[in-house]
């Protein structure tokens, strides 16, 4: 696969003498030594420029400085050194797993006291507090690469902005025929929000394990640290619950347009949660109340207000179903529910929806928001909800989620900011990743309107609700809901180029913010994207380059299924 150069980039190829083993080892070296240095010198006065500029890099970085005198060959017997810590050394082998197929090269992982780079990648842990705790230090020079960070956290972002630094063939499956160089100099970097997420709704359509954790890469790669997933909705169940399984055995067997459903065992939700922590994801699951709950009452009719099971719902409106709120009964099902998502989730969130309840009104809906953050409460956990919980009575640490489009809510959403909630900015406008890029946009919806890239980019999570200061804004999410959304290649059409845009809002600092810049930024991912077999959408305001640009649409085009005559429950224009 050829590479993309970008321009200005031109650097100065390492001189022999930055490798001579002499140096390194203060030993007289032999003769096969000496054959090796004298190749890898010879192969670095041939290598051209590194392909890809130190500021290249999704999401900007704080501060970058470029040095072309400094570029750096990955010689085939590299070694990977990292910190003797064992968080430290599972960054060290991921990143390994990730530079090996398409290297060919064997790259094994040692621990050290005190790792250097000797030719090779060390990770570092220190006690520099100026780094904070997802923050890291990157520095390439003629000797090797070092990425120095306070945390595993840190390393691990470190090692993915490594990642972006060396040619595009990097995500090859398969050995290529390639010089491995980086661009030279140092990047200094830290998030601007804590929480920076992507929600998957797997309630409107069921996504198998496999799915979702190629979801879990994809945001593992532009350093978000969260996975909200939409569990339950009119249409399906998706997780065991033990003490109550009809409401997989029953609820969990439908989906929009009538397809099979399904629903993922406690094993099966582990392994997600366990393969999310291992990249520095926390999973943040949503069991959605008092309203989206059609697919419960089917399974427990005596839920529902009139106590009689409703029929099981494929279509696509929603504001209809709600659970009893002045049963007794609905709040012991949601404390045994909560209680069991709690204890299966070891991340300090649970999002409990509180969205589009249209039939649960006042102080009905703000009694039982209270009384939920309650059982919230007793779980352990934070309660994480719809910006619609803000009338609500505030609860320790309380998280809303705002998905807004004109701002209607935005003064009482400030007023509950005032008694302490923090926010999470969903903009339905610019961050909503199921909405049509364009009209012809083979799936997704426009309800919000069309979100290109540069609406998903060209808005300031810190400053976009009236009345909310950036300090209360914990960070910024990008929901991607499955109405039309049927296979992992649509998930990726709809996530990608929008993805690293809010990505980009939620890490780099205000000032960084451009949309010139990264746009052209962007443009060197589509032979990323196209090389790991991503599926992305073509997207013409973004200047991507004439080589390594393979199909970037989904395979089978599917538009939204109609619900059935009949069964359509009062219309509602708007939606989370």
Same mark, same amino acid.
């Given at each position: 696969?050829?590479? +993309?150069?970008?321009?200005?980039?031109?650097?100065?190829?390492?001189?022999?003498?930055?490798?001579?083993? +002499?140096?390194?080892?203060?030993?007289? #070296? *032999?003769?096969?030594?000496? %054959?090796? %240095? %004298?190749?890898?010198?010879?192969?670095?006065? @041939?290598? #051209?420029?590194?392909?890809?500029?130190?500021?290249?890099?999704?999401?900007?970085?704080?501060?970058?400085?470029?040095? #072309?005198?400094?570029?750096? @060959?990955?010689?085939?017997?590299?070694? +990977? =050194?990292?910190?003797?810590?064992?968080?430290?050394? %599972? =960054?060290?082998?991921?990143?390994?797993?990730?530079?090996?197929?398409?290297?060919?090269? #064997? @790259?094994? =992982?040692? *621990?050290?006291a005190g790792p250097a780079p000797v030719d090779g990648i060390a990770l570092v842990l220190t006690d520099d507090d100026g780094l904070g705790p997802e923050g890291y230090r990157l520095a390439v020079t003629r000797t090797g690469v070092t990425v120095t960070a306070v945390t595993a956290a840190g390393l691990f972002y470190g090692a993915q902005t490594l990642r972006q630094l060396l040619p595009p063939a990097i995500e090859s499956p398969v050995p290529v025929a390639e010089h491995w160089m980086l661009p030279g100099g140092s990047i200094v970097d830290r998030p601007r929000f804590p929480y920076r997420g992507a929600m998957l709704d797997v309630a409107r359509h069921f996504f198998a394990v496999a799915d979702v954790l190629r979801v879990i890469d994809h945001l593992a790669r532009y350093k978000l640290n969260h996975l909200h997933l939409h569990l339950t909705d009119d249409q399906g169940w998706r997780i065991v619950v033990d003490s109550r399984p009809r409401l997989t055995a029953v609820g969990g067997t439908t989906e929009v347009g009538d397809g099979p459903g399904g629903f993922y065992t406690k094993a099966d939700y582990r392994r997600i949660v366990e393969y999310a922590a291992a990249r520095h994801i926390t999973v943040v699951p949503e069991i959605d109340l008092p309203g989206h709950t059609n697919a419960a009452l089917v399974a427990y009719p005596e839920l529902a207000p009139d106590k009689v099971a409703p029929p099981p719902y494929t279509g696509t409106e929603v504001g209809f179903s709600y659970v009893d709120p002045a049963d007794e009964r609905t709040y012991d099902f949601i404390a045994d529910v909560l209680g069991e998502v709690a204890a299966l989730t070891p991340g300090p969130w649970l999002h409990i929806g509180g969205d589009e309840a249209f039939k649960v009104k006042g102080e009905v809906y703000t009694g039982f928001v209270e009384r939920v953050q309650r059982i919230v409460a007793d779980t352990?956990?934070? =309660?994480?909800?719809?910006?619609?919980?803000?009338?609500?009575?505030?609860?320790?640490?309380?998280?809303?989620?705002?998905?807004? &489009?004109?701002?209607?809510?935005?003064?009482i959403t400030a007023e509950a900011v005032r008694h302490g909630a923090r926010l999470i900015v969903s903009p339905g406008n610019h961050a909503y990743l199921d909405m049509k890029y364009a009209p012809d946009t083979p799936v997704g919806q426009d309800w919000a309107g069309l979100i290109d890239v540069r609406r998903a980019y060209d808005w300031d999570p810190g400053s976009h609700v009236t009345g909310v200061p950036e300090a209360a804004v914990l960070g910024v999410e990008a929901p991607l809901w499955t109405e039309s959304i049927t296979s992992l290649a649509e998930i990726e059409f709809m996530l990608f180029p929008r993805l690293p845009a809010i990505a980009e809002l939620g890490w780099s600092p205000r000032? &960084?913010?451009d949309w010139a810049g990264f746009r052209d930024r962007l443009a060197g991912h589509g032979p990323r994207w196209t090389t790991a077999g991503i599926t992305f959408h073509l997207s013409p305001e973004v200047p991507w380059p004439t080589e390594g640009i393979g199909s970037a649409q989904p395979t089978r085009p599917h538009l939204p299924t109609q619900p059935d005559p009949g069964t359509v429950p009062v219309p509602v224009a708007d939606q989370p």
């Open positions: 696969m050829s590479t +993309i150069s970008s321009p200005g980039s031109a650097a100065t190829p390492g001189a022999a003498g930055s490798t001579d083993p +002499i140096s390194l080892s203060g030993h007289e #070296p *032999d003769a096969a030594t000496l %054959a090796r %240095a %004298a190749e890898r010198a010879a192969g670095e006065l @041939l290598a #051209p420029p590194a392909p890809v500029r130190l500021a290249d890099v999704v999401p900007a970085p704080q501060e970058v400085e470029p040095n #072309p005198a400094e570029d750096w @060959l990955l010689p085939a017997e590299a070694v +990977i =050194v990292a910190s003797a810590d064992p968080a430290a050394l %599972a =960054v060290a082998e991921q990143l390994a797993e990730q530079l090996r197929p398409a290297t060919g090269y #064997p @790259l094994p =992982v040692t *621990d050290a352990g956990k934070t =309660v994480v909800g719809w910006h619609q919980l803000a009338p609500a009575a505030h609860a320790d640490g309380r998280v809303l989620q705002w998905w807004g &489009t004109n701002g209607e809510d935005s003064a000032a &960084t913010h």
